[in-house]
């Protein structure tokens, strides 16, 4: 957890204010930063990186003592002395040769790091690429490839440096985007290689940078090209620093603002419907009124019926009657009669 810092002057309230959280954040900036063993290679991709997050990037020349994975404390120092909140370190060794390390910061503390080797054999420097360039601050596409990138797809290390990834590149957020804006794409694509020594699988991160090219077609719209504009860069993901569980929750929360909520159990279909859904409780049939249903009730028509069915039955049973009993009432000068209906 971050430690809350109580203002003793007023000069500290001001400084503690104007770095407080904001409900929509500003751009991050990159601070660019070197070891004191660094390679060419590492200076000249330093560069190239620091030209494409211009002007969200601050570079420093001067060779640092600093080894992030073991005293992280100077990056801290930098990225609150330069408000800084992503940093890149190039290092060079011998066990660890050609070294990008990404560090996001939180709150002026470091939140997490990740480790990439550079794969010398494959790395092409921004110069090394003929062609015009792209304009300085342009708002690049992203995209990740594989299925490494997804949750659960792979190692967490492909995660960490998607997250990482977006961070460094996507820049301010932009309510509208003009299509001539769109001249930059640059995508990573997740690979894993089998290694040299059959020790296990490498874990890679492809990362090729295009410039957007359009061209008549003859039609409505245009032809869409994609030309590389460099840097290429293979990196081995090496080691990993994973975020504190309470400080990531800190640092994803959102600020309460005055947008409405969304409602719950209401949505929006594609059309622009209104959907809602409803939840009833379970009901007792016992307690459900049958004998006042309208539906049930018999009707007058269906009554007179059953009425004259029932004397129908009655006439039968007097014409069953005996011989014997018939032909005397006929004697006696009794005459049978049937039954009057009423209609």
Do not use: Y
């Not at 061209?215 to 081995?236: A, C, N, T």
């Not at 459900?288 to 019926?305: F, I, P, Y």
């Amino acid at each position: 957890m971050l430690r809350e810092v109580k203002p003793k002057s007023a000069r500290t309230a001001r400084i503690l204010a104007k770095r407080a959280p904001l409900p929509t954040e500003n751009a991050k900036t990159v601070l660019f930063l070197k070891s004191t063993s660094s390679s060419s290679l590492i200076n000249a991709l330093l560069t190239d990186l620091h030209s494409l997050k211009r002007p969200l990037a601050v570079r420093f020349t001067k060779k640092n003592a600093i080894h992030p994975f073991e005293d992280a404390s100077s990056l801290e120092f930098f990225s609150q002395k330069n408000d800084a909140s992503l940093l890149c370190f190039g290092s060079h060794s011998k066990k660890r040769p050609h070294c990008l390390t990404f560090v996001r910061c939180f709150g002026g503390k470091v939140l997490d790091m990740l480790e990439g080797c550079v794969q010398e054999g494959s790395a092409r420097t921004l110069s090394q690429f003929g062609g015009p360039k792209c304009r300085v601050g342009t708002k690049p596409l992203l995209s990740f490839s594989g299925t490494a990138f997804e949750e659960g797809g792979g190692s967490s290390k492909f995660q960490v440096a998607k997250s990482m990834f977006v961070d460094f590149f996507r820049g301010g957020e932009a309510k509208e985007v003009d299509v001539e804006g769109l001249q930059m794409m640059i995508s990573f694509a997740a690979v894993e290689e089998d290694s040299a020594g059959g020790e296990g699988k490498r874990e890679m991160v492809h990362m090729r940078v295009w410039r957007i090219v359009t061209k008549r077609s003859g039609q409505r719209l245009p032809r869409v090209e994609l030309e590389e504009m460099g840097p290429r860069i293979d990196f081995r993901l090496g080691r990993m620093q994973e975020a504190d569980e309470g400080m990531m929750k800190e640092a994803l929360k959102k600020a309460k603002t005055s947008e409405a909520r969304p409602k719950k159990n209401i949505e929006t279909d594609i059309v622009g419907d209104k959907m809602g859904r409803i939840h009833l409780g379970r009901q007792d049939l016992d307690e459900l009124q049958t004998r006042k249903m309208k539906g049930l009730k018999r009707s007058r028509d269906v009554a007179t019926d059953n009425e004259e069915d029932e004397a129908v039955l009655d006439l039968d049973v007097i014409s069953d009657g005996d011989d014997g009993s018939e032909d005397e009432d006929e004697g006696n000068g009794v005459e049978a009669k049937r039954p009057r209906l009423d209609s």
